[in-house]
């Protein structure tokens, strides 16, 4: 129909073909396939008739779009979860085979937390007869199950958000479950309800042996640029307690824009890499956002690592690598740019920028790119060196009026390192994900480009920066 907003269509990142969809859910690899559940609407474009969505992915770029999954039933709507291989059968559900099992949020009269296993690839599924799993104990919020294997303790363990706490349960079998331990009352931000929990442990500076657990936490609202926001926590887990190394008031961001909420990652990864992928929305006004026939939109997939710092140890993410693949028409570029100009215009709608400044020798007080422009309109993504910090400004994007807190201008800390500004700079259509560095400093921001606002370019203000590399790419998917 005239009103579908094609142009807003990401062409990498995922989109449902229509209706209502937030948080990824079920996460889980398997047998060749990276599966995608999704919270989705099929009826409708608001949010409703909570049920997972579908798709299917053999590089995390191309999707296969697949039926609904799991749809509401008597114990409720199908909220968020997760999706587990169960290797040995510690279930019993699948006859000694692998299978996959789901553990999600049953929300009716309360909030439980069931079970459905899937014995055909995850092309269909049985919920589990003896539901919930973990039946409504008194608390109003009370979900979003995710849950891993625990080799040092040999059994499963699951991390639920319970109020603004993570509950944390073991089980043998993903039927039987006892409460482990509680983490939050004295850590953290706690503007909002604690929403999808993820525990995982990772290396740092890719070095095993100094490995720390990460548990994210999801916080509507809260977040740091205004309603929904990710923050994260470094412990040590030891198979029941996760204990925090920050002191109770330091709170880390997982990303510093408005558009990345609830982001969880893959199970069973089969090289190691833990990865993830975010709703790119926020509740502030994700029912106001101006697609059609779709409402709602996933990020690039990205990849995690845990990163030295001038700071301490930082959560870092760069786009997945697979990215790279459908990069077309590459054009590089290296000089000096100043307020009379830099490198050559780029026209296009979804562009991948990989770029070096030399912060020695700057005089520029800041400097970066302007995107989505024409002679009104642009996204100005930048680096502000007196402040030393990153920053994504949508105040002209192009439509603003989608709410009050839309036109905003969101910053992310970011000490210089080694004298190199590092930016990479993921555009589709009608978002912009800016990674800083290694990807210890990212904002990922929704715009919706006024037509004809196709134009990348470079600036500066107040003097002039050295590019000692620049490339930018299409993205064909
Ligand atoms: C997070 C969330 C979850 C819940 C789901 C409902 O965005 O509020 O806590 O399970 O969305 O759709």
Known sequence: ???????????????????????????????????????????????????????????????????????????????????VVDHHDTSGLFGGRPGLVALYTSAGDTQQQSLAYSSDRGRSWTKYSGNPVIPNSGEADFRDPKVFWHAATNRWVMSL???????????????????????????????????CPDLFRLPVDGDDRRGKWVLIVSINPGGPAGGSGMQYFLGDFDGTTF?????????????????FYAAVSWSDVPDGRRLWLGWMSNWSYAADVPTSPWRGGMSAPRELELVSTAAGTRLAQQPVTELERVRR??????GTVSEQGGAPNTEGTALDVVAEFQL???????????????????????????????FVDRRSSGRTTVHSSFPARHTVPLPPTDGVLRLRIVLDRANVQVFGDRGQAVITDLVFPDDGSTRASTFAIGGEVTVQALEVFDLDA
């Open 1 to 83: 129909s005239a009103s579908e907003t094609s142009q807003w269509r990401p062409s990498v990142c995922f989109t449902p073909e229509r209706n209502w969809m937030n948080d990824p859910n079920g996460m889980v690899y398997f047998k060749g396939e990276y599966h995608l559940f999704f919270q989705h609407n099929p009826y409708g474009d608001q949010w409703g008739n909570m049920s997972w969505g579908h798709a299917v992915s053999t590089d995390l770029v191309h999707w296969k779009h697949l039926p609904v999954a799991l749809e509401p039933d008597e114990l409720g709507d199908i909220f968020s979860g997760c999706a």
């Open 161 to 195: 958000a319970v109020g603004d706490r993570i509950r944390f349960y073991g089980s043998p079998n993903l039927l039987q479950w006892e409460q482990l331990s509680e983490f939050g009352a004295n850590h953290g931000a706690h503007g909002g309800v604690w929403e």
């Open 243 to 259: 204990t925090p190394d920050a002191a109770p008031d330091d709170v880390l961001w997982a990303d510093e824009g408005a558009d």
């Open 329 to 334: 028409n590459r054009r590089a570029w290296s």
């Open 360 to 390: 020695a020798g700057a005089t520029a007080t800041s400097f970066g790119f302007d995107v989505f422009a024409n002679d009104s309109y642009r996204t100005r993504i930048g680096y502000d060196v007196t402040r030393q910090e990153l």
